[in-house]
């Protein structure tokens, strides 16, 4: 008689659980309200737009930033959501990229009470012409000088949440203009990326 009592009670939970997991106006407590492994029919209720390779891209999340305007979502059907990418708003700034530095420095303080310490990665190549404080912006442009924050690595232990690497990354668009972007990979970004590689291959 118990035993059957606590199977009866393992499967309202089981169904619960289900139930809770399929719900798509649920927020989980993952980066931007996701969690790693979501099914694309978990997330019925977002306006996702196809854009190819298991892409979708979508203006709103369960939990959105203000310095974000656009997020990618990889979610390929046999590993679920794998990787998110938010693409940050434009910024205004100078030159010498304070603008761009504030925010940058703004979100990595952000990042870190939720994931910790970062390591930040600011330098011009050893060879680029742009080395003056006023060539910032140009250097960024160019892709001679790098502004980056990261944290944890894909072949290291998991940070939080299934998330194993983060990268906030400053861009700029002009000499007075730039964005951030945001990536999260999830434990199961590798074997993603390897379905997905075997698929294209087989094209050929």
């Not at 989980?28 to 737009?49: D, I, R």
């Not at 940050?88 to 304070?98: F, L, P, Q, V, W």
């Not at 861009?171 to 434990?187: C, H, K, M, P, V």
Request: charged share 25%; hydrophobic share 40%.
């Amino acid at each position: 008689m118990m035993r059957a009592f606590k199977r009866m009670v393992e499967m309202r939970l089981l169904i619960t659980v289900v139930v809770l997991l399929a719900s798509p106006g649920l927020t989980f407590a993952g980066p931007f309200g996701l969690e790693m492994g979501m099914k694309k029919g978990q997330l019925s209720s977002l306006e996702l737009t196809d854009t190819g390779d298991y892409m979708y891209t979508t203006k709103q999340l369960p939990k959105n930033h203000s310095a974000f305007l656009l997020y990618g979502l990889v979610i390929h059907p046999e590993t679920g959501l794998c990787m998110i990418k938010a693409i940050g708003k434009s910024i205004d700034t100078s030159s010498y990229g304070e603008g761009l530095r504030g925010k940058f420095d703004q979100i990595t303080e952000q990042l870190g009470k939720a994931y910790g310490e970062a390591e930040v990665r600011d330098f011009l190549r050893y060879d680029s012409i742009w080395d003056e404080p006023k060539d910032f912006m140009t250097g960024l442009r160019k892709g001679e000088r790098v502004l980056q924050a990261i944290w944890g690595d894909v072949n290291g232990p998991e940070i939080k949440d299934g998330v194993f690497e983060i990268l906030l990354t400053a861009d700029a668009t002009s000499s007075d203009e730039g964005q951030l972007s945001l990536q999260y990979r999830f434990a199961n970004h590798e074997r993603c990326q390897d379905l997905i590689e075997s698929e294209e291959a087989d094209a050929f």
